[in-house]
């Protein structure tokens, strides 16, 4: 039944998306809107997909741009819908457009041209009753909308007439169970259903058989498998959620109605998403992602709902600190939370499965210190940055050519404030000295020497408070 229902709605919405390979117009004379346009539009085999006939004679159209009857077809030729819409103005991001809604009644048909559901729009949202019949033209389904929502009572109905339930929605929800029978007409036990929570059987209103038993949390229906152990603490349940194809979707345990122990999350292939502890409620130990193809995303650990201890993470990004995106490995950084959820202690980044070393380090309470390296793929050292004060404002950095794979230094350089501050040097690649120079607060400050690659000095210059001194 929700199906049908859903696959119905995307009918209608299409009919301002159709994208036509052909369309024609004519005038025509028309009973109700008196002088109309006839639109009609052609699919990419030239068959009839839309035809719609509407008026703009701001007499009839009561402050509507159009109003008309649309027609939709099956491939076949056959009517699929048909209803009243009327044409708007409407603000979008891009400006303003024209956009058509479905009003009014609505019917739909199945390829044989048999009607199968009716229902009634206002300013594109259903609202009124909606009637699904089965293929024998009996009622299959009452529902009632009001502004895009269904509420109230529904009534459902087997193929001999047969009524099989009345229930009660509330905001889309299935909230109570009035009546329930079987083919036969005879009262049967449905569930538990009540408040929108418990179990629901679903009948096959053709065959009259159960097909499927959901259960309902909030209101939200679900296919789960239950299992419940008691325990010395209270009763331990473990809920399976599957969808309709009965893949698992997640696993939820509690204990004593609290979440309790692994709780796992399944991805679109059925593969495991998300696997996190808990005790009572609580975040409690690992707490793991990994991504479509099986690897680890990232992992925290928690105690008492606080991140503390190791974690891993995938630089997710070429900015990522550490992220070398070498030989296209992922790069993964570990590091530790202190008890105030501040990084702490050494921290690494590494090439995948073999851990190859990228950059290694040490922060307290979030800050940098010391001395951290970066390598190659190879294990060669890149770079050296020393942090000298314990906010990292004050740091050194040292970078290297790699030369007959070892490290050659090129520049040896001071900064404050993300700002060239102190001693500056670069070297050539045989060691000789290239330039040595001092920095205050980014200008440059006294004597400037620049070297050949034999370290004879070719030039000199002076600064003050970063002008040249003649």
Do not use: C
Request: no cysteine; charged share 25%; aromatic share 12%.
């Amino acid at each position: 039944m929700k199906t049908k229902l859903v696959l119905f709605v995307a009918l209608l919405i299409s009919t301002t998306a159709i994208k036509a390979q052909r369309t024609t117009t004519k005038e025509i004379s028309h009973p109700v809107y008196g002088k109309a346009t006839v639109e009609t539009s052609f699919d990419q085999n030239d068959h009839i997909a839309q035809q719609a006939t509407f008026t703009k004679d701001t007499l009839l159209t009561n402050g509507k741009i159009e109003i008309g009857e649309i027609i939709l077809y099956h491939p076949n030729g056959k009517v699929s819908a048909k209803g009243d819409f009327s044409t708007i103005i409407k603000k979008t991001f891009f400006g303003e457009e024209s956009t058509r809604e479905q009003q009014g009644k609505w019917l739909q048909y199945n390829e044989d041209g048999q009607l199968i559901a009716s229902l009634f729009y206002k300013d594109n949202k259903m609202n009124g009753a909606y009637t699904s019949f089965h293929k024998n033209g009996n009622i299959e389904l009452v529902l009632n909308y009001e502004d895009g929502t269904t509420t109230g009572t529904s009534k459902s109905y087997f193929i001999n007439k047969q009524s099989h339930r009345v229930l009660q929605y509330k905001k889309n929800i299935i909230f109570n169970v009035d009546e329930f029978y079987n083919i036969e007409g005879t009262p049967v036990k449905y569930g538990s259903l009540k408040d929108g929570n418990g179990t629901l059987d679903i009948y096959d209103l053709q065959t009259g058989k159960i097909s499927k038993t959901y259960t309902y949390e909030n209101g939200t229906p679900n296919l789960i498998d239950l299992k419940t152990i008691a325990t010395a603490k209270g009763n331990s349940i473990e809920k399976t959620y599957k969808n309709n194809s009965g893949q698992k979707i997640k696993i939820v345990r509690t204990l004593n109605d609290k979440l309790e122990g692994l709780q796992e999350e399944y991805n679109y292939k059925g593969q495991l998403k998300d696997a996190d502890y808990y005790v009572e409620d609580k975040k409690h130990g690992t707490q793991t992602r990994y991504i479509d193809d099986g690897t680890l995303f990232w992992q925290d650990t928690y105690a008492n709902n606080k991140k503390i201890g190791a974690f891993k993470h995938t630089a997710e990004n070429s900015g990522a600190e550490g992220n070398s995106n070498q030989n296209n490995k992922v790069t993964m950084l570990e590091g530790f939370y202190d008890t105030n959820q501040k990084i702490t202690g050494p921290y690494t980044a590494y090439l995948g499965e073999d851990r190859i070393i990228v950059l290694s380090g040490t922060y307290e309470k979030n800050y940098k210190t010391g001395l951290w390296k970066t390598f190659n793929a190879n294990g060669i050292v890149t770079k050296e940055t020393n942090y000298f004060q314990f906010d990292s404002k004050k740091i050194s950095v040292k970078e290297y050519d790699v030369i007959n794979n070892k490290p050659v230094l090129k520049s040896d350089i001071n900064y404050l404030n993300n700002t060239y501050d102190g001693s500056f040097k670069t070297y050539h690649p045989n060691k000789k000295p290239e330039q040595t120079g001092f920095y205050n607060k980014g200008k440059k400050e006294g004597t400037w020497k620049s070297y050949d690659t034999t370290g004879k000095l070719i030039k000199e210059t002076k600064y003050n408070n970063g002008t040249l001194v003649d």
